[in-house]
């Protein structure tokens, strides 16, 4: 590559600082008593309900070892995900997605309006997964996203529904912790999540000529409820820590998974739980693989704080939104560069100042 397109280069204060910052990182939290069938269930999972509660809290993020995800289907997919990446750009935008079905292929996302340095495959869990055709308030039209299966790597599609099965079952047990770690009964959430939009993106990051002006994807939050990420063992992901806002590496940790607090918990939550920036590094060297794994509700949820965590002195700080215009509102700004700023749940949040 010769000229680097100036669409990659970061403005001066968002670029990265080279040099890692040995720190505290994100909590590392065992979740082998989930699967441990001795223990008296629920109280034995006390003192992990309060690990993850800690986390949500100081943290945003944490990771998670002995979760119960076979190394073998992670392997199956992380294998199929590099064997597609190194066919030419002409076989894999085969499976290029387009303005009406925005799963599959591309290489030209933009994070906040600078480009990212990265290519992308989406899948969704549910095929077809159902989400409203626009993100016009009254059209009650709706959208089937269905998968796009490249022909190479045959093992791709089933790899992928292994897996997509097995993070299933892991998001479903975090959010049972994360419910009790909120106080509330294990299965106060699940109910949102029948129909789920969750996604699967398969991310390759190649090498980069401009490690210190671009970035694998620029500072952001997750606007779903929570988010299982599988990263490699090169880096490059980074947390703004909450305790001083500085950027911290999160060192790979071999078969853990990575788990964060997305934009709905936060609001689920009124804010107990906040949604935390993150962003990836590129370096010149070696390409970095990972698969994070977006756990959404179905799209007609209306998200806003539960009741049960609202009070007079602690009133909701957003008004409800519903999740799939959300969704479509956010799919359609990735898809074409628009000159107005992303959907955020900013946009929901009630000025309280004013209404007291
Ligand atoms: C994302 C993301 C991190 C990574 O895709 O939202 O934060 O390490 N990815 O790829
Ligand atoms: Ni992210």
Redesign the pocket.
Same mark, same amino acid.
């Given at each position: 590559m010769g000229e680097v397109d100036p669409a990659f280069i970061q403005a001066v204060e968002h670029r990265p600082k080279l040099a890692i910052i040995e720190a505290e990182g994100i909590p590392l939290i065992d979740l082998s008593v989930l699967s441990s069938h001795e223990s008296s269930y629920p109280s034995s999972t006390e003192p992990l309900v309060a690990e993850i509660g800690e986390a949500c809290k100081n943290w945003g993020f944490f990771q998670v070892i002995n979760h119960g995800v076979p190394l073998e289907k992670r392997e199956k997919l992380e294998l199929a995900s590099r064997e597609f990446f190194a066919q030419s750009t002409e076989e894999k935008s085969k499976v290029k997605r387009d303005e009406v079905n925005v799963q599959g292929y591309y290489d030209t996302e933009r994070t906040k309006n600078v480009r990212d340095w990265k290519e992308v495959f989406d899948l969704t869990v549910k095929d077809p997964t159902v989400i409203p055709a626009s993100h016009e308030p009254d059209d009650k039209e709706l959208r089937k996203l269905v998968n796009r299966w490249p022909e190479y790597p045959s093992e791709l599609r089933e790899a992928f529904e292994e897996y997509a099965k097995a993070m299933e079952k892991l998001s479903y047990k975090l959010l049972e912790l994360i419910s009790l770690s909120l106080g509330l009964p294990e299965d106060r959430l699940g109910g949102f999540f029948d129909d789920h939009t969750s996604f699967i993106?398969l991310?390759h990051y190649p090498p980069c000529p401009i490690p210190h002006l671009a970035l +694998? !994807?620029g500072r =952001?939050k997750?606007g779903g409820a929570l988010?299982i *990420?599988a990263?490699d063992d090169v880096g +490059? *992901?980074e947390v703004k820590r909450k305790i001083d806002r500085e950027w911290i590496h999160v060192k790979p940790t071999p078969n853990a998974y990575i788990i964060n607090v997305g934009d709905i918990i936060q609001v689920w939550s009124n804010e107990r739980y906040e949604s935390v920036e =993150?962003r !990836?590094m590129v370096n010149s060297t070696k390409e970095r693989f990972?698969m994070?794994f977006f756990f959404n509700p179905d799209h007609n949820v209306m998200v806003e704080p539960l009741k049960e965590l609202t009070t007079a002195q602690n009133p909701a700080k957003y008004k409800a939104y519903n999740w799939g215009k959300f969704m479509a509102n956010r799919k359609r700004s990735n898809f074409k560069k628009l000159d107005v700023e992303n959907i955020q749940i900013y946009h929901f949040r009630i000025k309280l100042d004013e209404s007291s």
């Amino acid at each position: 590559m010769g000229e680097v397109d100036p669409a990659f280069i970061q403005a001066v204060e968002h670029r990265p600082k080279l040099a890692i910052i040995e720190a505290e990182g994100i909590p590392l939290i065992d979740l082998s008593v989930l699967s441990s069938h001795e223990s008296s269930y629920p109280s034995s999972t006390e003192p992990l309900v309060a690990e993850i509660g800690e986390a949500c809290k100081n943290w945003g993020f944490f990771q998670v070892i002995n979760h119960g995800v076979p190394l073998e289907k992670r392997e199956k997919l992380e294998l199929a995900s590099r064997e597609f990446f190194a066919q030419s750009t002409e076989e894999k935008s085969k499976v290029k997605r387009d303005e009406v079905n925005v799963q599959g292929y591309y290489d030209t996302e933009r994070t906040k309006n600078v480009r990212d340095w990265k290519e992308v495959f989406d899948l969704t869990v549910k095929d077809p997964t159902v989400i409203p055709a626009s993100h016009e308030p009254d059209d009650k039209e709706l959208r089937k996203l269905v998968n796009r299966w490249p022909e190479y790597p045959s093992e791709l599609r089933e790899a992928f529904e292994e897996y997509a099965k097995a993070m299933e079952k892991l998001s479903y047990k975090l959010l049972e912790l994360i419910s009790l770690s909120l106080g509330l009964p294990e299965d106060r959430l699940g109910g949102f999540f029948d129909d789920h939009t969750s996604f699967i993106r398969l991310n390759h990051y190649p090498p980069c000529p401009i490690p210190h002006l671009a970035l +694998g !994807v620029g500072r =952001h939050k997750d606007g779903g409820a929570l988010t299982i *990420l599988a990263q490699d063992d090169v880096g +490059g *992901l980074e947390v703004k820590r909450k305790i001083d806002r500085e950027w911290i590496h999160v060192k790979p940790t071999p078969n853990a998974y990575i788990i964060n607090v997305g934009d709905i918990i936060q609001v689920w939550s009124n804010e107990r739980y906040e949604s935390v920036e =993150h962003r !990836v590094m590129v370096n010149s060297t070696k390409e970095r693989f990972s698969m994070p794994f977006f756990f959404n509700p179905d799209h007609n949820v209306m998200v806003e704080p539960l009741k049960e965590l609202t009070t007079a002195q602690n009133p909701a700080k957003y008004k409800a939104y519903n999740w799939g215009k959300f969704m479509a509102n956010r799919k359609r700004s990735n898809f074409k560069k628009l000159d107005v700023e992303n959907i955020q749940i900013y946009h929901f949040r009630i000025k309280l100042d004013e209404s007291s």
